[in-house]
Structures are given as C-alpha cells and as structure tokens.
C-alpha cells in the first residue's frame, strides 16, 4: 500500500514562490511517474505536472514556464517548484503515483494513489 504525504503548502504573495514536497513510501519509487494534481474550490481536480520514471516532465499549459517537477530517488520524493505564482494558482495541491511501472509517457488517469494534499493561497 502505497503512502504519499505533501508538505510545503502555504499563503504567498502574487508573484511568490512554494515548493511543495511528497515523500513516497511502501513502493518501489524509482520504478513509477509521479505527478501533481490540484483543485481549487468549486472545481473539478486537474493535472498540474507529471514526471516519468525517467525523470521526463511533463506539465499542463498553465503552469508550463513557471512551475518544475522533479524528483530525487534516494529520498523517494517528488517536489515542485512554484515561481510566479498567481491567485488562480490557489487550490489544493495532490501529488500522485501512476498505478503502472516503467510508463514511458505517464497518462493522468492511470494515477490511482494520492496523498491528503495540502493547501496553497495566493493572495495580496
């Protein structure tokens, strides 16, 4: 059983900067993609950014310039990183795990494990 616990979440000014955290445990980390989803109030939950077990990224068009998903295997974590951040930024923020090893190109709807997310607010 797969555990995934966010941390780094926060109030931050327009135009801040977050990084976020998730330390994996109770799977072979390497092997998966990570991701990161988020929702915000009143909507539905969306991809943010994604890296493959190969540490290729991917990320949606919102964030694409400002954010950067990475991981470190000796420490069965994923991060990211959160510049420029905008009030439509404000969500709960998930990281995930892909439900399938070696995944060449990580599809969001094969994650399968979250974590219980943390709370990001941008706002003056």
């Known amino acids: 059983q797969v555990q995934l616990v966010e941390s780094g979440g926060g109030l931050v000014q327009p135009g801040g900067s977050l990084r976020l955290s998730c330390a994996a445990s109770g799977r072979t980390f390497s092997r998966y993609a990570m991701g990161w989803f988020r929702q915000a109030p009143g909507k539905e939950r969306e991809f943010v950014a994604a890296?493959?077990?190969?540490?290729?990224?991917y990320y949606s068009d919102s964030v694409k310039g400002r954010f950067t998903i990475s991981r470190d295997n000796t420490k069965n974590t994923v991060y990211l990183q959160m510049n420029s951040l905008k009030p439509e930024d404000t969500a709960v923020y998930y990281c995930a795990t892909d439900a399938k090893q070696w995944t060449i190109v990580p599809v969001p709807r094969d994650f399968d494990s979250w974590g219980q997310g943390t709370q990001v607010i941008v706002s003056s």
């Open positions: 890296i493959s077990w190969a540490s290729t990224t």
